[in-house]
């Protein structure tokens, strides 16, 4: 319903803000990430936002980014994930890393993010496996989709996520594809 809001920012309280538009202020719930990049108060700012409506009230999110909306819509997708804990992940890490801790499936990434527990992190990786990736991550290079390819194909030769993950640090930087599958079964037949 409200896809963007452009006005002076009005009031800075971690995490809300307060952003003015034509007379009316609208209270923004961001994460920390979108919050320190913004402007003094009183300057210009324009937010994506987010509009949730509950029985007991009616929220609004916003994000500097479209990737960071997006991230936040995948995540309170998922079944016993609101938008709090959507906002928690989002302050704790940024959306590269959150689309490089799914892809990586790593867990303890997710755990230091405070309120997301063992079985939390788990499921979400679980949930976000495939939709966190390209699309959404901070514009990933070549460089990104090579190691995700090279990392896919290692899983589909029957290595753990964990081996492969750990094969893919010892590979030289800007490795291609075929050279750095090569590079890393060496690596994993020597350990």
């Not at 992190?121 to 090579?146: T, V």
């Amino acid at each position: 319903m409200i896809g963007k809001l452009t006005g002076v920012l009005g009031d800075k309280n971690p995490p809300q803000v307060l952003v003015e538009c034509n007379g009316v202020g609208y209270e923004v719930q961001v994460p920390m990430s979108t919050y320190y990049n913004l402007p003094a108060r009183g300057a210009q700012v324009s937010l994506l936002t987010h509009f949730v409506v509950r029985e007991d009230a009616q929220l609004l999110y916003g994000f500097e980014t479209s990737a960071e909306r997006e991230a936040f819509r995948q995540l309170i997708k998922i079944s016993g994930v609101g938008p709090r804990t959507a906002l928690a992940v989002l302050s704790g890490m940024g959306v590269a890393d959150l689309a490089q801790a799914v892809t990586l499936q790593e867990a303890g990434r997710l755990i230091k993010v405070p309120g997301i527990g063992k079985k939390t992190a788990e499921r979400l990786l679980l949930e976000l496996k495939g939709k966190l990736g390209a699309d959404i991550g901070a514009s990933p290079g070549a460089a990104d989709s090579e190691q995700s390819d090279i990392l896919q194909a290692l899983i589909a030769l029957g290595y753990s996520d964990k081996e492969a993950a750990l094969s893919l640090k010892a590979l030289p930087a800007g490795v291609g594809v075929s050279e750095g599958i090569k590079l890393a079964l060496k690596a994993l037949s020597r350990a």
